[in-house]
């Protein structure tokens, strides 16, 4: 119950998201639209109560706990992201908004925007772990909680991995390709007079 539960908040989060683009750009309501998208993080608030709702009446706490924190966790790191860089794309396609600009391809800048994603994996960690450790104490000594600490463990070895790609941008950064001589001359090179 609690796996279909998590595939209906995932499929919700988008529902909500193209109902809400939809209002506010396709049907010029932006404040309705607004609303729609502030519905969002209700998702995640329902999903929270309902797997301590689950704790409580006697579940063993298993994978499908660990699986809604690190769901909720995502989401609060990866949300807004989310939903940001969906909206610049359909105000592109649907209302004439400005192509969304691409992230950089080369150098610091790309390390930089690596950086900055792998912090949202660890804010997406840290939730999670938060939600799992509440869980460990509301089950208390009495219950199996291995599972729960296996997914801490989870976590922490996502922001790992996540952390080593992320460096790795910023070791061996990719160099912009280097425009041809041929071009450069071309463009540097004032126009030839012509004989009338």
């Known amino acids: 119950m609690l796996v279909a539960l998590i595939i209906a908040c995932e499929v919700g989060f988008w529902v909500l998201l193209a109902v809400g683009l939809a209002l506010r750009y396709?049907?010029?309501?932006?404040?309705?639209?607004?609303?729609?998208?502030?519905?969002?993080?209700?998702?995640?608030?329902?999903?929270?109560?309902?797997?301590?709702?689950?704790?409580?009446?006697?579940?063993?706490?298993?994978?499908?706990?660990?699986?809604?924190?690190?769901?909720?966790?995502?989401?609060?790191?990866?949300?807004?992201?989310?939903?940001?860089?969906?909206?610049?794309?359909?105000?592109?396609?649907?209302?004439?908004g400005p192509r969304p600009v691409k992230p950089p391809r080369h150098g610091l800048a790309r390390a930089r925007h690596e950086g900055k994603l792998w912090l949202r994996t660890v804010v997406m960690a840290a939730v999670a772990a938060g939600l799992l450790q509440l869980a460990v104490w509301y089950v208390g000594d009495g219950g199996d909680t291995r599972s729960l600490h296996e997914w801490q463990l989870t976590a922490l070895r996502?922001?790992?991995?996540?952390?080593?790609?992320?460096?790795?941008?910023?070791?061996?950064?990719?160099?912009?390709?280097?425009?041809?001589?041929?071009?450069?001359?071309?463009?540097?090179?004032?126009?030839?007079?012509?004989?009338?």
């Open 158 to 196: 996502i922001v790992g991995l996540h952390g080593l790609i992320a460096l790795s941008y910023l070791v061996w950064r990719k160099k912009e390709p280097a425009r041809s001589t041929a071009t450069e001359a071309e463009t540097a090179r004032p126009p030839e007079k012509t004989l009338s």
């Open 26 to 96: 396709l049907v010029r309501m932006p404040r309705t639209g607004a609303a729609v998208l502030l519905m969002e993080p209700l998702l995640e608030l329902f999903l929270l109560i309902f797997t301590a709702v689950d704790l409580k009446n006697g579940a063993a706490a298993d994978g499908k706990h660990g699986l809604a924190a690190v769901y909720i966790g995502f989401t609060v790191g990866y949300g807004h992201y989310t939903i940001k860089w969906v909206d610049g794309h359909f105000a592109h396609r649907f209302a004439g």
